[in-house]
């Protein structure tokens, strides 16, 4: 059984800089493409980045663009979103996802089976 944990959520001052941590445990890491999710309050979960299984494709937002960057680690089954210069709208829970990597990659909700429990993110302006 597949069991993901975010982390590193909390309140950064827009212009800053903040880290989310994506542990999965249960199963191979690399087996598994990865994501990141977000909602904000009042909104519908949205696509923020995915990353494949090896690491050499990734797939942004137009609105994170240029600003985060989605990387993993496979030796220590973890997945990262280093958040740069976040903005006010960028408040929201972060949510990763995973699927497997030999089913389904993409920038739809339904491509993931498997989710984390959330992080909140709060940019202060």
């Known amino acids: 059984q597949v069991q993901l944990v975010e982390s590193g959520g909390g309140l950064v001052q827009a212009g800053g800089s903040l880290r989310l941590s994506c542990a999965l445990s249960g199963r191979t890491f690399s087996n598994y493409n990865m994501a990141w999710f977000r909602q904000a309050p009042g909104k519908e979960r949205e696509f923020v980045a995915a990353?494949?299984?090896?690491?050499?494709?990734?797939y942004y937002a137009d609105s994170v663009k240029g600003r985060f960057t989605i990387s993993r680690d496979n030796a220590k089954n973890t997945m990262y979103l280093r958040m740069n210069s976040p903005k006010a709208e960028d408040t929201a829970v972060y949510y990763c996802a995973a699927a497997d990597r030999v089913v389904s990659f993409g920038v739809r909700e339904r491509e993931y089976d498997y989710w984390g429990q959330g992080t909140q993110v709060t940019v202060s302006s």
């Open positions: 990353i494949s299984w090896g690491g050499g494709t990734t």
